[in-house]
């Protein structure tokens, strides 16, 4: 399995962007992915997961209500919609995918198997 991001750029404060993450195969519904985030000199932090069926998103808690994880099953593309953008959600944001990712570890960085180059996004105070 292979994973494509795509969609970063510069913003200003309180704009908005939308990454996308092609995944290479069939991904089944149980197909768990997610998009981590890594700014300078910080650790990777995750950011929203789902998996393929639609029916699990979660979020942490410094992107809830503003970021919306997405899944278009017929394109095989993962969404991140990320709106009201903060000067702190500057970052290189990676895609990551698993088959094997039970629902209590979505948020975890180490469930993850394959991972898609990163895309920065750079928000403008």
């Known amino acids: 399995v292979q994973l494509q991001a795509s969609g970063g750029g510069w913003v200003q404060a309180g704009g908005s962007l939308r990454l996308s993450c092609v995944v290479s195969?069939?991904?089944?519904?149980?197909?768990?992915v997610a998009w981590f985030r890594q700014a300078p000199g910080k650790e990777r932090e995750f950011v929203a997961a789902?998996?393929?069926?639609?029916?699990?998103?979660t979020y942490a808690e410094s992107v809830k209500g503003r970021f919306t994880i997405s899944i278009d099953n017929a394109k095989n593309t993962v969404y991140l919609q990320m709106n009201s953008l903060r000067p702190e959600d500057t970052a290189v944001y990676y895609c990551a995918g698993s088959s094997s990712v039970i629902l209590s570890a979505l948020r975890s960085r180490t469930a993850y198997t394959n991972w898609g180059q990163g895309t920065q996004v750079t928000v403008s105070s």
């Open positions: 789902n998996r393929f069926s639609g029916n699990y998103a």
């Open positions: 195969g069939r991904p089944s519904g149980r197909f768990a």
